[in-house]
């Protein structure tokens, strides 16, 4: 059961494998494969059908997942974030802390490496923009711009 803002328990229906897939953004081959290499542990069955049934537990299991993952953190950083939150919060408290911290830090120099793409994908923009309005000194401007932002890679 999963609590409302107001404190309440309320209960979801499962969800099946292409409703997971559709609300976490993974494929229904990744969460398989999540499924396999012990991520998910075991996910429950219909009785009748023998189709998944991801239930409000798993789902937010699957949520965290796809959060980790479109940060870029891999399978096995994954693997040991899960491993350590078995251990318990307090006993795996400083190692996660590594492992986030890592991984933020990871994510902020990605962040500077995308910056300076953006900056030369609006320069070339710029150049093309120039070029078509047949304007020389900003296409000008605009290739010493790009020219620039070459030498921050």
Do not use: N
Not at 100 to 111: G, S
């Amino acid at each position: 059961m999963a609590a409302t803002k107001a404190g309440r328990e309320r209960t979801q229906p499962p969800l099946t494998i292409q409703e997971m897939a559709q609300r976490s953004g993974f494929s229904e081959p990744t969460l398989r494969y999540y499924e396999k290499v012990g991520l998910l542990g075991v996910v429950p069955r219909d009785d009748s059908s023998g189709h998944r049934r991801y239930d409000t537990p798993l789902a937010e299991r699957v949520d965290a997942l796809a959060c980790l993952r479109s940060s870029g953190m891999s399978v096995a950083e994954m693997r040991r974030y899960l491993a350590l939150l078995d251990e318990g919060d307090r006993a795996a408290a400083a190692e996660q802390h590594d492992l986030f911290a890592r991984h933020a830090e990871r994510l902020t120099t990605e962040i500077e490496r995308l910056r300076v793409r953006q900056a030369y994908m609006r320069g070339k923009a710029d150049m093309w923009a120039a070029r078509y309005r047949g304007d020389s000194a900003a296409e000008a401007r605009a290739i010493k711009q790009v020219e620039r932002t070459l030498q921050e890679f």
